[in-house]
């Protein structure tokens, strides 16, 4: 499907690929240390939040733990009148920060989520926990709270928001394949905006379609065919990429997805939510459901729904565990006069064999 042109970015896969992007990889610094036993409990606690931050894996979830620990400081720091230190950490003081939360600590005053408080209660336990207050740790309570399926679209909204996009025009067909990217491979939103030329790869000489090798969380990689209409976009789009110097391929660390204002770069989270948001306006999809993980959602039940084992899906999502890619099929409907149907058939044949012997 990709032009001749593109052999040097879409190389046939090799047994050693993955070897080799992974000594590509720079190391990850280490962990900085925490002050020792005798000065910690009078520390500065927003400066000790940032160090523990700091030692998570991925730069997303680094970014969310800072956010939390400053927001659950500065809580603290107003109740006290100081700046909050280590040994200011306690059950009661989380307790009076989850009630806060509870009370005016969403979007305009109004009370937070329940999903997102328990993710409060959770990192700051998770906090106690590695200062070494294991009796603050074992007194946070997070609310229970039982996640439910993630909202999807319909395969027609899903047509009409891959229809968006004037594909005659630059722009269009990078959204175009984007979309398609997103919907046909069930990228996450990190992984879309990091996905670089060398995860594209042609396919084996025994496979028709080709893949994308991709780092997901926990730095394991993992192997998503791309379905043949997806295929056609990103053909359509890297022939008009910004970074293509005329008929060379991208270089292997070059981003497939930049933005076209200014110097050409990788996407950032919030010019991808706006796209999303913009084209599901257009498509008439409901503002909550333009979201990047809807098309997550989407791929995987359409998997689902297509009778793809659970287990092939979770390796192509990339899920450590099948009950994360069980969320994903809630929303199938539990068919169980099909499956009895199934047997029925299984049995009829039998009976056909062996009157036949």
Same mark, same amino acid.
């Given at each position: 499907?990709?032009?001749? !042109? ?35 409990? /009078? ?20 970014? *969310? ?64 926990? *590695? ?21 999807? %679209? ?22 175009? /394949? ?68 005329? /008929? ?26 706006? %796209? ?12 909550? %459901?333009?979201?990047?993980? !809807? ?52 049995? *009829? ?9």
């Amino acid at each position: 499907m990709f032009s001749s !042109t593109e052999v040097a970015t879409f190389g046939e896969s090799t047994p050693d690929d993955g070897a080799t992007a992974a000594l590509a990889r720079p190391p990850r610094p280490a962990a900085p240390a925490l002050p020792g036993a005798d000065e910690l409990l /009078a520390a500065n606690l927003y400066g000790v939040c940032e160090l523990v931050a700091a030692r998570a894996a991925r730069p997303s979830t680094r970014r *969310q733990y800072g956010a939390i620990y400053r927001r659950f400081c500065d809580a603290l720091r107003s109740e006290l009148g100081r700046p909050p230190e280590v040994g200011d950490l306690s059950a009661d003081a989380i307790a009076a920060y989850a009630r806060a939360l509870e009370r005016d600590g969403g979007r305009g005053g109004r009370p937070m989520a329940l999903a997102t408080r328990r993710v409060h209660l959770t990192m700051l336990r998770a906090l106690a926990a *590695q200062l070494g207050l294991e009796g603050v740790a074992g007194e946070v309570r997070p609310p229970s709270h039982r996640v439910g399926p993630p909202e999807t %679209l319909t395969h027609v909204e899903y047509a009409n928001l891959v229809r968006v996009p004037d594909r005659r025009t630059q722009a269009g067909k990078r959204d175009h /394949a984007l979309l398609r990217v997103l919907g046909d491979c069930g990228l996450r939103n990190e992984e879309l905006r990091g996905l670089c030329a060398r995860a594209l790869r042609r396919p084996r000489a025994n496979a028709r379609h080709h893949r994308l090798y991709l780092h997901g969380k926990g730095g394991t990689e993992r192997e998503v065919p791309v379905p043949v209409a997806t295929q056609e976009a990103l053909e359509a789009w890297l022939a008009s990429h910004p970074l293509r110097r005329g /008929a060379s391929a991208l270089r292997d660390e070059e981003p497939v997805f930049v933005r076209l204002v200014g110097e050409p770069g990788p996407l950032s989270n919030a010019a991808l939510h706006k %796209l999303l948001r913009r084209c599901g306006a257009a498509a008439g999809v409901a503002e909550r %459901l333009a979201h990047p993980h !809807t098309l997550r959602a989407y791929y995987a039940t359409t998997l689902a729904a297509e009778g793809v084992p659970v287990h092939v899906i979770a390796a192509r999502l990339g899920h450590a565990e099948i009950q994360t890619t069980s969320r994903y099929l809630a929303e199938l409907a539990d068919d169980r006069a099909a499956v009895g149907d199934v047997l029925d058939r299984h049995h *009829q044949g039998l009976r056909r064999r062996r009157v036949a012997s």
